[in-house]
C-alpha cells in the first residue's frame, strides 16, 4: 500500500513538473523569439533623378543612398524613377523588388516600391492602387491633385515563423490638400479591408505634418485604427526632429514622412536618420526614419 502511494505520488509529481517544464519552456521560448525576431523597417524619399540637382546629382547620392537603404529589412521609397530601381535592384541583390511607375502602370513616372530582404521574408501577395475616385485605374488623378500617386501595398511573410503581415508605402500629392486628405482615408479604407487579422505598417512621405487632415484621415480606420509609430515606440525617438532638409538645412519639427502601425506591431525604436554622401551633404532632400518592430 505504501509502495503504490509512493509510486502513484511520484507519478504525479512527475507529471507536474514535465507540465510545468513544458509551460516554462513555451513562457520563455515565446519571449525569446519574441526578442529575437526583430526587424528594421524604413520609409525613404530618395529624390528623384533630377538633371538639375547639381551638387546633389543622383550619381553623387546613389551609393550612400543604397548603403542606407541596405541597413534595414523591409523599406518603402518614394520617388523612385525606373532608372534609380534598377540601380538600387542591382545595389541590394539580397533584397526583392516590387513597384510600378503611377504614369502607366509599368516603368513612366515614379514609382513607390516595396523591398525586403528574401532570406527574412517571402511575399505571400502585392499590388497598386492609384490615389483616386478609380484606385483601380492605372494612371489616375484624384481630386485635386497635380499628379498620378499610388499606393503600394504586400503582404509579407516572415520565414522564421510564418507569420503574415501587411505592408503599404505611399507618396501623397505636394499640390492637393484634399487629394492628400482623400489619399489618407483610401489607404485606412484599404487597411479595413485588407488586414483581417494582420499586424499593419503603413508608411511613405504624406507631405503633411502629425497634426493635420491627411493624418487624422489616415487614423481613422473603423477595424484596424493606425498608430503613429513616433508616440509607440518603446523609450524615447532618436535622431532629428524633422523629415525635410532641401538639400540646405533640416527644418526642425517638419515631420512630412511618417510610419504608422496597427496595434499588433510592437515598435522597439524609432530612429530618423541623417545619412551624407562622402563630401557631407545630404544623401537626400528628405531623411529616413526607420523602426525596429515585432509582431504581436
Given at each position: ?13 512527475g ?21 529575437k525576431?526583430p ?15 547639381r ?7 546613389r ?7 541596405a ?5 518603402g ?28 502602370g ?22 497598386t ?20 500617386r499610388?499606393?503600394?501595398?504586400m ?18 500629392d ?35 505634418d ?5 493624418l487624422?484621415?489616415l487614423q ?77
Open positions: 500500500m505504501t509502495g503504490k502511494q509512493f509510486t502513484l505520488g511520484t507519478s504525479v509529481a507529471w507536474l513538473a514535465l507540465l510545468l517544464g513544458v509551460v516554462l519552456f513555451h513562457g520563455v521560448g515565446s519571449g525569446a523569439a519574441f526578442a525576431e526587424f528594421h523597417v524604413m520609409t525613404y524619399n530618395i529624390r528623384y533623378l533630377n538633371s538639375h540637382d551638387l546633389d546629382l543622383w550619381s553623387m547620392r551609393s550612400k543612398v543604397i548603403e542606407t537603404i541597413s534595414a529589412d523591409v523599406a521609397l518614394q520617388e523612385v524613377t525606373v532608372t534609380q530601381l534598377h540601380e538600387i535592384q542591382e545595389g541590394t541583390p539580397e533584397w526583392t523588388w516590387y513597384g510600378v511607375g503611377r504614369d502607366d509599368k516603368e513612366g513616372g515614379e514609382f513607390a516600391p516595396i523591398g525586403y530582404r528574401h532570406d527574412r521574408f517571402e511575399a505571400m501577395g502585392h499590388g492602387l492609384w490615389l483616386s475616385e478609380t484606385p483601380s485605374e492605372v494612371g489616375s488623378k484624384g481630386w485635386d491633385a497635380a499628379l498620378p499610388t499606393m503600394t501595398w503582404v509579407l511573410r516572415r520565414k522564421s515563423d510564418r507569420a503574415e503581415f501587411l505592408v503599404i508605402n505611399s507618396h501623397f505636394h499640390r492637393g490638400a484634399k487629394a492628400r486628405e482623400e489619399s489618407g482615408r483610401l489607404v485606412a479604407e484599404e487597411v479595413d479591408q485588407r488586414a483581417e487579422n494582420l499586424p499593419v505598417i503603413v508608411m511613405g512621405d504624406f507631405n503633411a502629425s497634426e493635420s487632415a491627411p487624422e484621415a481613422a480606420g473603423k477595424r484596424v485604427p493606425l498608430l503613429d509609430a513616433r508616440d509607440m515606440v518603446v523609450g524615447k525617438p532618436t535622431g532629428p526632429t524633422g523629415t525635410w532638409n532641401g538639400f540646405k538645412a533640416i527644418q526642425p519639427d517638419r515631420r512630412i514622412d511618417h510610419v504608422l502601425v496597427s496595434d499588433r506591431v510592437a515598435v522597439q525604436e524609432y530612429k530618423t536618420l541623417d545619412p551624407r554622401t562622402e563630401s557631407g551633404r545630404f544623401a537626400s532632400d528628405h531623411l529616413p526614419i526607420v523602426i525596429r518592430v515585432d509582431l504581436k
